[in-house]
């Protein structure tokens, strides 16, 4: 399994705390069967982003837990006005392992109205948008719509595992069932922050895909898309996006991207 979405670096967000906690994050992700780590620190608000230190932490983290899992850095990008303008002028900064994909995060309580603009400069750039977490977004959870909106438009979208297994609750758990068998799914990942709480586990998603879903379904979701990303090709073949059965309330088109309602 590949692990596109994970905070192992040590002291530059809300991730490990020391370097001995991310060795045991890595040695745990590596027991569960991920052959490849993406670290991807937070860009937002409260944390800053430095690629430097980041490509310091992750050579020295390498380095102190062998072979496996193969660690690779990424960023867990928080769409904000600033950090647009950073994307646009130096987006192999930001993206998966200096590719074209690029984790992107949303706002908890309103979604901009311009955010199609948004997208679409991002595209431009040449990079594809990976929607991160929906499920535990409480907009997306009062509108759902808005990633049928967005997968149609060109967005790929990354559900947390222990979401997708219940551990964040029977919400989000819903959501991510929801939206796996409507074909809006194309990544699981740990968005792993220690390993006790929030831990680099994906090997009960992948059974529970599988179980559910299918064995190809699983591998596509967890190996095959997600090696795409990493060695930065084209996305494998995947079901068309299925809109909703249930009726959405009637609202304008801007309340559709205000948080209200």
Known sequence: MIDIHSHP???????????????????????DGTTH????????YIYAFDLDVNRQKIAELQSAVGEAPKLLLGCDFHLSYDNIQKIVETPSDFTINNGSYLLVE?????????????FYEIQVAGLT???????????????????????????????????????????PRRL??????????????????DTRYRPP???ECYR???????????????KRNPEAVIKDMPMPPHPPPLESSKPEPKRGWWSFFSGGG
């Open 9 to 31: 670096l040590w002291e530059v967000d809300d991730g490990a705390k020391t370097l001995e906690d991310a060795i045991a994050m890595c040695q745990l992700a590596a027991q």
């Open 37 to 44: 780590l993406v670290a991807t620190p937070h860009c937002n």
């Open 106 to 118: 949303f706002p908890d309580q309103f979604i901009p109205e311009q955010l199609d603009r948004v």
């Open 129 to 171: 948008p990976i929607i991160t977490h929906p499920e535990r977004n409480p907009v997306f959870a009062r509108k759902s719509g808005l990633l049928y909106h967005w997968v149609t438009r060109g967005c790929l979208v990354q559900i947390t595992a222990q979401s997708y297994t219940g551990q964040f609750g029977t919400p």
């Open 176 to 193: 991510a069932e929801a939206w796996l068998e409507r074909n809006l799914v194309h990544f699981f990942a740990s968005d792993a922050h």
């Open 201 to 203: 586990i994906l090997s």
């Open 208 to 222: 529970k895909v599988a179980e559910t879903q299918g064995e190809e379904t699983a591998e596509r979701l967890m």
